[in-house]
Nanobody, 127 residues
Framework: QVQLAESGGGLVQPGDSLRVSCALS????????MGWFRQVPGKEREFVAA????????YYSNSVKGRFTISRDNAKNTVYLQMNSLKPEDAAVYYCAAAPGWKIASSLMNPNEYTDWGRGTQVTFDS
């Protein structure tokens, strides 16, 4: 079991950029498939992006493809989600998660495949 700590959320306006981070402890980030999910009240947790264990292969939901980028810094044991051209519908709590073992793309999009989760970081739009 690893511990995950998200940071970097905040108040944004449409068109802004924001980078959220996920620091992993108790393990090595390159040994896990890492995913970002988001959730708004009353809705299910939604897949955003994932990076496959030990590779640079990345996957995105259609709603963020071309705007968001997931990356991993093995030296810092951290995964990032760079969010550009933010839209009001991107407002949510963003969670990172770790999936042990080798996962196919469809599995990395499934929250049930992840065994460890952070507490989330909030992205809110300035009204």
């Amino acid at each position: 079991q690893v511990q995950l700590a998200e940071s970097g959320g905040g108040l944004v306006q449409p068109g802004d950029s924001l980078r959220v981070s996920c620091a992993l402890s108790g393990g090595t980030v390159r040994d896990y498939g890492m995913g970002w999910f988001r959730q708004v009240p009353g809705k299910e947790r939604e897949f955003v992006a994932a990076i496959r264990r030990g590779t640079t292969m990345t996957y995105y939901s259609n709603s963020v493809k071309g705007r968001f980028t997931i990356s991993r810094d093995n030296a810092k044991n951290t995964v990032y989600l760079q969010m550009n051209s933010l839209k009001p519908e991107d407002a949510a709590v963003y969670y990172c998660a770790a999936a042990p073992g080798w996962k196919i793309a469809s599995s990395l999009m499934n929250p049930n495949e992840y065994t460890d989760w952070g507490r989330g970081t909030q992205v809110t739009f300035d009204s």
